[in-house]
C-alpha cells in the first residue's frame, strides 16, 4: 500500500499542498480528480522524489519510498517525454533498460505491452510520425514496460479516444489484477467515474474526499429516490417529508426523510395513475466534485 502522510508544499507564499493525506491499495485503480491547477502533479511528483515536501512523508507498506523503491515505479509525466525521432520499439525498449532490464527482457516486454496497446503495427514508425493518441500509448508503453510494482500515471487517457480509452484501462486493470496499485490523474469526471475503485478529490491543494467510488457515491446520494410517472408529477412538491432535487414533468428527483416516507410517495404515485419507473438515486461523481469542491 502507497501513502501519502500529511504532505505540505509552499511555493514562494503559495501553499500549493496543504496536509495531504490519502492511500492507494494494490490491486486497486484510484482515480485522481481536481481542476487545473489544484495540487495533482505536484502530489505526483512528490511520490516520484521529484519534488521534496515542506512536511510528510509517502510509505510504502509503512515504511518511507526510498530511491530503490522508485526504480520500480512506473510514472506518465505530465509533459511527454518521448524523442520525436526515435522508433517506437525502440523508445519502449530503452526506458524499461533504463529500469535495470537485460536488453533481451526489455524487447520482450517492449513487444507485450506494444501488442497490448494495439501498436505493433506502428512499432517500426518514428514516434514523430504517430497520431497523437498513438504517440500517447506508446508513452503509456514506456512507462509500464519494466513491469512497475507500482503505477503513477499523470493524464493518462487525456486526447484518447473512445477505444483507446478501453484498450489503455485493459492494460491497466491486468497491472491492478497483479496486486499493483495504481494511480492516474484526470480532468474527465465520466471517465473516472467509469474506471476507477477508488477515489481522490482534490481542490486548491487541499483533499476533499477520498476513498471507495462506490462508497462515496452511496454517501452522496443518501434518501434519493427517483420517481416517473404519467403526467405531471407536480403535486411532488405539496408532499411532506421530501424535497425535490430535479424535475422534468413526469421525472423527479427527489430526497426523503425516511424509507417510509419514499414509500407513501409511491403509494401516493400509484393511485394518481401510471408508474413508470421508482427507485434509489445514485449521483453521480460530478455532483460529489461540484458538492466537495464548493
Ligand atoms: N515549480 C513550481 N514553482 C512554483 N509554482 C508551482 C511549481 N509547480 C507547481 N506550481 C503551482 O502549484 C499549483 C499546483 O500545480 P499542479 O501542476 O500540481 O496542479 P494540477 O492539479 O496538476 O493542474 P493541471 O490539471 O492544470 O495540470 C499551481 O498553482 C502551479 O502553478
New binding site residues.
Partial sequence: MLSIQNISKT??D?K?LDDVSFSVEPGKLTGFV????????????TILGV?KPDAGVVTIDGRPVVVTDRARFGYMP?ERGLYPKMKVKEQVTYFAELHGLSAKEAAKNADRFLEDLGLTERAGDNVEDLSLGNQQRAQIAASLAHEPEMLIL??PFSGLDPLAVEVVLETLQGFAARGVPVLF?S?QLDVVERLSDNLVI?SG?AIRASGDRHELQERHSEGMHRISVAGDAGWLRDEPGITVLEFDRGDAIFVADSGETAQRILRTALDRGPVFGFGRHIVKLSDIYREVVA
Fill in positions: 511555493y514562494g503559495r500549493v481536481g481542476g487545473n491547477g489544484a495540487g495533482k502533479t505536484t502530489t505526483m511528483r519534488v505530465e499523470d493524464e490523474s480532468h482534490i491543494g
